[in-house]
Each structure stands twice: as structure tokens, then as C-alpha cells.
T-cell receptor, first 112, second 111 residues
Framework: GEDVEQSLFLSVREGDSSVINCTYTDSSSTYLYWYKQEPGAGLQLLTYIFSNMDMKQDQRLTVLLNKKDKHLSLRIADTQTGDSAIYFCAEQEGGATNKLIFGTGTLLAVQP | EADIYQTPRYLVIGTGKKITLECSQTMGHDKMYWYQQDPGMELHLIHYSYGVNSTEKGDLSSESTVSRIRTEHFPLTLESARPSHTSQYLC??????????FGPGTRLTVT
């Protein structure tokens, strides 16, 4: 079945760039997503990329997609303490359900 | 901003009790979902619905049940709560597009 994997923890200093990596298995996924979860809250969609794109930039966020290696990354420029959260990548299953397969989540800790 | 609500936000209950976790959305979305999130952070889909009177089991087997009598309402019920049901439960909805909007979650503790 589909499997989405991420490293569990990343620590960076404020002002540095953060890069969170994700690997997925379903080559038929049409959309891939990055969600952010702050403590005690639900998930918030940060950005997404369509499977025929290689890169998408949205303000401080850059998403890179390597379809050959099934590798997705999220780069956060000028990381702030408010960026501290858990980041989930997700792939969308093919078909009409809009079902998402989530990664294990990466806890980003930003040190002041 | 997404209008999807979950109640209660926190629930501590004894073993054997029947509980219902509420989820409501005011966006008129057809598709709704329940996820279970373990303390280790990973989310697993346990139920979903295409629309009224449609419910399907998700990828993770769950002893809970759901119903979808109205578009805006997708409650999840546990007939007899057990400590193994302790988890965070997240509800989400989506329309014909791709984005799933998440509620704030219910943190359930069964003692």
C-alpha cells in the first residue's frame, strides 16, 4: 500500500532556512501537500504542488518535487519561532474520494 | 477561514461508556473524513463519507461507527470506550476541489 515517510525531528536557529523532506510511494498521486499542525490544533494547509510541476514558491515557502525519486521537500526561508510546529506531507490517492495519505510528521523546533 | 467545528475539544471518560464525538461544517462540503492521530503524531483515516447516507471504512480499522444523515454533520460514536481508544480524533471536509479543511480535534482519554 501507499507509504509516506518523513524524518521525525528538525532543529534550526531563527533566521536560518529549514528543509523538511518526504518520500512517497504512489506514482499516480496528482497532488502532494504540506500541512502544518500547531500544538493542540487541527491541520492547516500550507501549500500544495501538482504532480506535473517541479517547483512551487509561495512567499517564504518553496516546494520541490522529484517525481523520479518520489521525493518532496519543503523549504522555509528565514525560519521564525512561530514556524515551530509539526509538518505533514500528504499524497492524494487517485480516484474520487480525495483521500489523503499522510506522512509521519516532522517536528520543527526553531531556536531563538 | 474554514468553518468546521468539533466538540468536545477534550474528553476524559471511564471504560465502558458510550461516547459521541461531534463534527459539523457550514461550508456545504459533500466529503467528510475522520482521522485518528496517535501520540506519535501519525494520522490514520478511519472513516469517510461521500455525502448524505454514504459512509466508508478508512485505512485503519476502528471500533467506532459514523453516520451522515445531514450534509453538515458527521458524528463518530464509540459504543463502549476502552483505554486503547485514547487518542486525538480529527475531522475534515472537502468539496470537489482538493483541499481538506480540518477541525481543531477532540482529545479523548479513556481511563
Amino acid at each position: 500500500g501507499e507509504d509516506v515517510e518523513q524524518s521525525l525531528f528538525l532543529s534550526v536557529r531563527e533566521g536560518d532556512s529549514s528543509v523538511i523532506n518526504c518520500t512517497y510511494t504512489d506514482s499516480s498521486s496528482t497532488y502532494l501537500y504540506w500541512y502544518k499542525q500547531e500544538p493542540g490544533a487541527g491541520l492547516q494547509l500550507l501549500t500544495y504542488i501538482f504532480s506535473n510541476m517541479d517547483m512551487k514558491q509561495d512567499q517564504r515557502l518553496t516546494v520541490l518535487l522529484n517525481k523520479k525519486d518520489k521525493h518532496l521537500s519543503l523549504r522555509i526561508a528565514d525560519t521564525q519561532t512561530g514556524d515551530s510546529a509539526i509538518y505533514f506531507c500528504a499524497e492524494q490517492e487517485g480516484g474520487a474520494t480525495n483521500k489523503l495519505i499522510f506522512g509521519t510528521g516532522t517536528l520543527l523546533a526553531v531556536q531563538p | 477561514e474554514a468553518d468546521i467545528y468539533q466538540t468536545p475539544r477534550y474528553l476524559v471518560i471511564g471504560t465502558g461508556k458510550k461516547i459521541t464525538l461531534e463534527c459539523s461544517q457550514t461550508m456545504g462540503h459533500d466529503k467528510m473524513y475522520w482521522y485518528q492521530q496517535d501520540p506519535g503524531m501519525e494520522l490514520h483515516l478511519i472513516h469517510y463519507s461521500y455525502g448524505v447516507n454514504s459512509t466508508e471504512k478508512g485505512d485503519l480499522s476502528s471500533e467506532s461507527t459514523v453516520s451522515r444523515i445531514r450534509t453538515e454533520h458527521f458524528p463518530l460514536t464509540l459504543e463502549s470506550a476502552r483505554p486503547s481508544h485514547t487518542s486525538q480524533y480529527l475531522c475534515a471536509s472537502s468539496d470537489q476541489g482538493f483541499e481538506q479543511y480540518f477541525g481543531p480535534g477532540t482529545r479523548l482519554t479513556v481511563t
